[in-house]
């Protein structure tokens, strides 16, 4: 709500020479949820200056209002369920939508090779997870970025 807000992001883009397109401003739910048309006004500054605007899922009514770029579908919906084929259809759909919806699918949690496989068959191919590799320093990711063990 800081309405200083886009300029520092600016003057931080210009200070080290990232491309608007690769920076995305995450949102979180209670400000949508608090502050409906302030966010949309927020995002419509932020896409005027190329930046994409990301948020978790929780509410259907806030894809249908807010012009997201980037949906974190949470670790939960990867988790063990009573019902997995159920699960998988949920996961499913939530990514159906998002790419009816032009819009880019980031999968939080994935830990398991069966994470990995349901997100395939979904086409999801952004994930955060430890399956890939556990958070590191900026040294370490270097390293295994050059060995090729993570793409």
């Known amino acids: 709500m800081d309405s200083d807000f886009l300029s520092k992001i600016v003057k931080k883009q210009c200070e080290y020479g990232v491309p608007a397109h690769l920076i995305e401003i995450e949102l979180t739910e209670s400000a949508i949820f608090d502050n409906i048309d302030t966010i949309y006004a927020f995002t419509r500054k932020m896409h005027a200056n190329g930046f994409a605007i990301g948020s978790g899922y929780s509410s ?34 939530i990514a159906d939508m998002a790419r009816k919806l032009n819009i880019k699918v980031v999968v939080e949690g994935v830990e398991h090779l069966e994470n990995v496989r349901l997100m395939k068959e979904c086409g ?12 590191m320093d900026e040294e370490s990711f270097r390293n295994v970025f050059k060995e090729g063990r993570i793409c």
């Open 60 to 93: 259907l009514n806030m894809l249908k209002d807010i012009p997201i770029d980037v949906l974190k579908i949470d670790k939960g919906f990867l988790s063990e369920a009573a019902d997995n084929n159920r699960r998988n259809i949920i996961f499913s759909s």
């Open 124 to 135: 999801c191919s952004i994930a955060q997870g430890y399956y890939f590799a556990k958070p």
